[in-house]
């Protein structure tokens, strides 16, 4: 039983959610109400997706881990480098499997995840060790990719960009606030992130410009009357991030950057809630 959990904790399910919410916001913009029965074998397939992600990234992470976060099953040797590939790879293949179940477009947008998250930590690729490149393969993963995962499931309706281009500048935002957390073994293995390319205070920097544009697009959306004014009520979201994230400027031991992190993602999966029940009254 113990052994199920280390394979439980490999896949960090607590990234879940947010794909989740994010599959439903594109599913409730592309016909305006809740989707039929057909989510739940997306919401299954994209779980998936990010269980293979985080465990293939698990492997690669193993020398940051180490320094960062000695408990995650691979440091701390409770599940071995072999294990995590074959465990990955067995549910990238259910992924793919339980996507081709409901239509090719949505097969080619889990299979399309699929590649992108591997690319993430493939050696020689590693995405992340690349400036910018793993800040926007991770936020284009759970921004874009999820929220048209949620439009495929009816893609005789048109595509919702605008709400996907505002959760896209939104999401680069907590990409790069997570960085944070591992800037210690990140620098130590020459991982390119925003923290250790920038520094810390203009990282934080970046983090407050993303999160300023996107709902300054937001706002432009309203007055375009893209969006109704009742989705103004998301600005309620925009003082509470900031007063989360500007906590990294005095405090930044691990335990507090955890925190932050954390809060970042209950915030960001109330808002994409918040923003599905104002899409369905």
Not at 14 to 19: G, K, L, N, R, S
Not at 204 to 231: A, C, P
Not at 239 to 259: D, G, H
Request: proline share 4%; hydrophobic share 55%.
């Amino acid at each position: 039983m113990s052994k199920i959990s280390h394979f439980f904790h490999l896949i960090v399910p607590q990234y879940i959610p947010m794909a989740l919410t994010s599959l439903l916001v594109g599913a409730v913009f592309s016909i305006s109400s809740l989707p039929d029965w057909r989510f739940w074998i997306a919401a299954f397939s994209l779980s998936c997706i990010v269980g293979g992600f985080n465990s293939f990234n698990a492997i690669a992470d193993k020398e940051i881990d180490r320094i960062n976060k000695p408990y995650r099953p691979i440091p701390s040797k409770k599940i071995t480098e072999r294990e995590a590939l074959l465990f990955a790879a067995l549910l990238y293949f259910v992924a793919l499997f339980s996507a081709f179940l409901i239509n090719l477009v949505f097969f080619v947008i889990i299979f399309i995840s699929t590649l992108l998250t591997i690319a993430y930590s493939y050696p020689g690729l590693d995405l992340k060790k690349r400036f910018f490149f793993g800040t926007l393969s991770v936020t284009f993963f759970y921004a874009v990719l999820c929220p048209l995962a949620g439009w495929a499931l009816y893609p005789l309706e048109e595509i919702p960009l605008s709400i996907i281009f505002f959760l896209f500048f939104f999401g680069l935002s907590l990409a790069i606030s997570k960085d944070f957390m591992d800037m210690l073994g990140d620098s130590c293995n020459k991982a390119n992130t925003f923290p250790v390319r920038l520094g810390y205070n203009q990282s934080i920097g970046f983090v407050f410009l993303f999160l300023t544009f996107s709902f300054g697009f937001l706002i432009f959306l309203v007055s375009q009357k893209i969006l109704r004014s009742e989705y103004l009520f998301i600005l309620i979201f925009f003082p509470l991030l900031i007063l989360n994230i500007n906590i990294l400027r005095r405090k930044t031991i691990l335990f507090t950057k955890n925190n932050v992190f954390g809060r970042t993602i209950i915030l960001i999966i109330i808002l994409e809630l918040t923003l599905i029940l104002l899409e369905i009254t």
